[in-house]
């Protein structure tokens, strides 16, 4: 493992020894986020899918449906039906805090009828197939923040990820080795000072 | 009224075009084919062959069936005695025509721009004439009481901003003026044939209105007059349920139509259902048309079946190009005759 590039004295260590102590807490912390964020983004990811796939087969009968209304009118009366909507459709967006990830909470408020045409020119089945998709509208905006909000929690675990890789066998590793190496030195530097005193004393002794 | 015996000629003329009107299996074969291109090739057999050549790609097919449609009433214009049967099919067209224009219109006061791409030529008036008339606001020339209608339609919105109401004038424009259009020709058949199709548009709205749930004092707006029901007994139809209108309707003839819809409880599907089975209603009024050989209603019995082909042609198109369940559009097909 890389030792730090740093000067073998008695302040050096004591510097590393504290640093080790941080890295390592950090190490748990980030370990016990990593952890609670996977929990949480498996149980919405889980969520996620079962709203997918119930909104992809209602979204299926939404466009079966349309395609109905498509398939007994000329395509220019259809699309003259929907050229001035009547439906309208506020969303507001709020942020919610999750294992400080902030992810997006959609709320809709939808007004006014989406059957904004004469009936004349127009088919029921339109009218069933515009219901049924005005339906599905909160549904699906509820779906996109929870893809939103898992999006953003797998970027955030991908990070969180790499700095507990970092520090595990990274950072600490560096930080024990150089700590061992600091402690070797000195020990090293200590033996040296002691023989050289005996040596000195051993001469002094013979005159 | 042109003399029925002068009649003699143009009966003989449709009855060899009906002959040339897409039999149904040829529909099911077009279902059957595996993709739009195959279906096309069995297209391609028929009278559409000259339209489809002209198709820069396979999903244009909607081009060649209005190219066809545009043709037969060319035709049919050129040696009927009484143009104004022909007229009356086309009415429709015409209306959705002003209402492309008024929408531009409005649409382009608010920055939106102009979609003269959802005009059709099908209708009576010219298309250039049209526009000219509404992007001028010269509506003097406009036939077919547009001329009144489309500034009172402007001031409406002008007041409420509410675009259903101007919908709403324009359909029962639409109708007031067939109702003209039909007294005008002296034709029994063609007044008894708007006066059926009258019925049939009332009947599909009430049960629309009904589905969605509407308040009762919203719908008389939506109620046409003229009609062989009066538009009293369809208020009062309103408010009971579904199942019971067929009895209540028992004394008019488009209660037969109910007699052909198999889920009556579902709205959603019978809504859909009865789309099919009162577009065969209208059909029938005039059906006797097939045993007379001097008959107008011969015009309309015609048209109207190529109207309902190029439906059934679109239903077909329109399932394989999008691999849908065949079944369904197979229950779609209007019966043509």
């Known amino acids: 493992m890389a030792r730090l590039n740093v000067n073998p004295n008695r302040m050096e260590l004591s510097r590393l020894k504290k640093r080790l102590v941080v890295a390592k807490r950090g190490h748990k912390l980030l370990k016990d986020k990593q952890d609670a964020l996977i929990k949480a983004f498996l149980e919405r990811a889980r969520e996620g899918k079962v709203l997918r796939e119930e909104l992809e087969s209602e979204l299926a009968e939404c466009y079966k449906s349309f395609l109905l209304a498509r398939a007994q009118t000329l395509p220019a009366m259809l699309e003259q039906a929907l050229m001035i909507s009547g439906a309208k459709c506020d969303l507001h967006v709020g942020m919610q805090n999750v294992m400080s990830v902030l992810v997006p909470v959609y709320s809709v408020e939808q007004g006014g009828s989406p059957v904004n045409y004469g009936l004349a020119t127009s088919l029921g089945s339109l009218d069933v197939a515009l219901e049924r998709f005005a339906a599905l509208i909160p549904r699906l905006i509820a779906l996109a923040a929870k893809e939103k909000a898992i999006n953003l929690m797998a970027v955030e675990i991908e990070k969180t990820r790499r700095r507990v890789n970092a520090l595990e066998h990274v950072l600490i590793p560096g930080f024990v080795e150089t700590i061992r190496y600091i402690t070797m030195k000195l020990d090293e530097q200590e033996r040296s000072t002691l023989s050289r005193l005996m040596k000195i004393k051993e001469i002094v002794r013979s005159h | ?337």
């Not at chain 2, 992007?135 to 001031?155: A, I, K, M, N």
């Open chain 2, 1 to 337: 009224m042109a003399p029925a015996e002068q009649y003699g000629y143009a009966v003989a003329r449709l009855r060899a075009m009906s002959g040339r009107l897409l039999e149904e299996a040829l529909l099911q074969r077009i279902l059957e084919s595996e993709d739009l291109d195959s279906a096309l090739k069995v297209l391609s057999e028929t009278v559409y062959s000259s339209w489809l050549m002209e198709l820069k790609g396979s999903g244009e097919f909607d081009r060649a069936i209005e190219a066809e449609l545009l043709h037969v009433y060319g035709e049919v214009q050129k040696f009927v005695p009484d143009t104004a049967l022909v007229q009356l099919c086309r009415l429709p067209y015409d209306f959705h025509n002003v209402k492309v224009l008024m929408k531009s219109a409005l649409l382009v006061r608010e920055g939106g721009e102009r979609r003269f791409d959802l005009l059709t030529s099908l209708g009576n008036v010219p298309v250039d004439d049209l526009i000219m008339a509404l992007e001028s606001e010269d509506f003097r020339l406009l036939p077919f009481g547009l001329h009144q209608l489309v500034p009172h339609c402007f001031s409406v919105w002008e007041q409420s901003k509410d675009i259903l109401e101007v919908e709403k004038l324009l359909d029962g424009g639409l109708f007031s003026a067939m109702r003209k259009l039909g007294a005008a020709t002296g034709i029994e058949a063609a007044s008894m044939w708007i006066r059926g199709k009258i019925d049939a548009e009332n009947v599909r709205n009430l049960l629309r209105m009904k589905r969605m749930d509407m308040e009762t004092g919203a719908v008389a707006g939506f109620l046409h007059d003229g009609g062989l029901i009066s538009r009293e007994k369809l208020l009062s139809l309103f408010s009971e349920p579904v199942e019971s209108w067929s009895k209540i309707l028992s004394f008019a003839d488009v209660s037969k139509a109910f007699s052909h819809v198999q889920e009556i409880n579902n709205l959603n599907s019978l809504v859909v259902e009865m789309e099919k089975v009162l577009d065969e209603y209208v059909a029938d009024i005039v059906e006797r048309a097939k045993y007379l050989a001097f008959g107008p209603e011969n015009v309309i019995s015609y048209l109207w079946k190529k109207e309902m082909e190029a439906k059934n042609l679109r239903i077909a198109l329109v399932s394989v190009s999008n691999d849908t369940d065949r079944t369904l559009a197979r229950g779609l097909f209007r019966h043509v005759g």
